[in-house]
């Protein structure tokens, strides 16, 4: 099967397997997150004056293993994904680590609100895969939306410079994962676009699920940030400061660009 890379009028890529049918597969290849590791997350939110039973919002939770760990740090966390598979290897997780989170399975950048104001937001990431500057507007009004006054926004997100140099002449990654009899290799190339701030990628899956021979291949593309773009849309959406972190002290890779925005 062949996915070619498709967007929605928003700017999103659709085809990624890694988010749907495979979607059990995710924490298997995604051993450690490039982004900032989840004490250090804990650290920041309580640097800002959240306190156990502060809310938060996980926008683009993945398979939440951020908001399960915030959570059983005492955090309120409603944790939020447009992915259906995804939110159930998420909710299979909570239910095994015995803790309370609540799940929203919606699109964030197109009027989905908690139910109250929260005191922050974390976003690790997600803002790679929006690609149109509409698509990127709408994510950050969310942002804003949900938090109140003095509330916090902590974002994830691929740094373009550091990207190029960390992709230039591109780079591959492959690992094989297993669960019961099913069995699949991932394959993931990387590249720059030349002249652009867009990641091209190309990835493999093949193997066998529920006894069915797998091979399919899926192309899409990530966006890369700079700190003047980050602080120019939250600036423009209503944040005020704009706080940008050091990734090494904070555990997340040096192509990775971590921000600070405040209501």
């Known amino acids: 099967m062949f996915n070619v890379e498709q967007q929605d009028d928003g700017g999103h890529v659709n085809a990624r397997a890694f988010y749907h049918r495979f979607a059990w597969a995710y924490d298997l290849l995604v051993e450690r997150p490039g982004g900032p590791d989840v004490e250090s997350v804990v650290g920041i939110f309580e640097s ?3 306190e156990r039973g502060s809310a938060l919002v996980d926008a683009g939770c993945g398979t939440a293993a951020y908001a399960i ?19 159930a290897e998420a909710q299979v997780r ?7 989170v609540e799940f929203a399975c919606a699109d964030f950048t197109r009027g989905w609100q908690p139910r109250d104001l929260v005191d922050g937001v974390l976003c690790r990431g997600v803002l790679n895969d929006l690609l149109g500057d509409d698509a990127r507007e709408r994510a950050f009004r969310a942002f804003a939306a949900w938090l109140r006054p003095d509330g916090v926004l902590l974002a994830d997100v691929r740094d373009c410079d550091s ?12 690992r094989t994962v297993r669960r019961g009899d099913d069995i699949l290799t991932f394959t993931s190339r990387t590249t720059v676009e030349p002249g652009s701030d867009v990641l091209r990628l190309i990835e493999r899956w093949s193997g ?13 593309a990530m966006r890369c940030w700079t700190r003047e773009s980050f602080a120019a ?31």
């Open 94 to 100: 909570a239910n095994k680590c015995a803790v309370e």
């Open 208 to 220: 066998a699920v529920d006894g069915v021979p797998v091979e399919q291949e899926d192309r899409f």
């Open 233 to 263: 849309l939250a600036h423009a959406v209503g944040f005020g400061r704009v706080s940008i972190l050091d990734p090494g002290a904070i555990g997340a890779r040096s192509d990775r660009l971590v921000a600070i925005a405040y209501r």
């Open 48 to 50: 800002e004056g959240l």
């Open 69 to 87: 760990e915030l959570a059983s740090y005492g955090f309120a966390v409603t944790a939020v994904d447009r992915s259906p598979e995804l939110l």
């Open 163 to 174: 990207s190029a140099r960390r992709y230039d002449g591109g780079r591959t990654f492959e």
